[in-house]
């Protein structure tokens, strides 16, 4: 299971109650396993930055090491019908998100 959240307060206070609900979940299906992405972060913002320490404090390895910053090209991207790193692959999201398919295929492997 992929779960995406912002690195802001309720996004992250949200995210106890989907970790209830992922125990809750686990008790029928002992192999369920989760990741958490951390998206639309601005880095250098002091909250976000707070709430990223928090949460891979709080969720340890769960935690992607690769997280998604705020890019005004993805709506754009979107509304095209395009993948990002196909509609701009020099925007600041796009490697990103090679680095999480990366990252993804790399904890898969159990590597």
Not at 25 to 40: A, D, E, G, V, W
Not at 57 to 77: K, Y
Not at 87 to 103: I, K, M
């Amino acid at each position: 299971m992929l779960i995406p959240t912002q690195p802001e307060y309720f996004a992250a206070y949200n995210l106890k109650t989907i970790m209830e609900d992922i125990d809750s979940l686990r008790q029928h299906n002992p192999r369920l396993s989760y990741r958490i992405l951390l998206t639309l972060h601005q880095p250098g913002n002091p909250t976000h930055e707070e709430s990223v320490r928090q949460i891979r404090a709080t969720c340890g390895p769960a935690v992607f090491e690769t997280t998604i910053p705020v890019d005004p090209r993805l709506p754009d991207s979107a509304a095209a019908g395009f993948p990002i790193n196909y509609f701009d692959p020099q925007a600041p999201s796009s490697g990103l998100y090679c680095a999480l398919a990366q990252e993804l295929a790399r904890r898969a492997e159990g590597t």
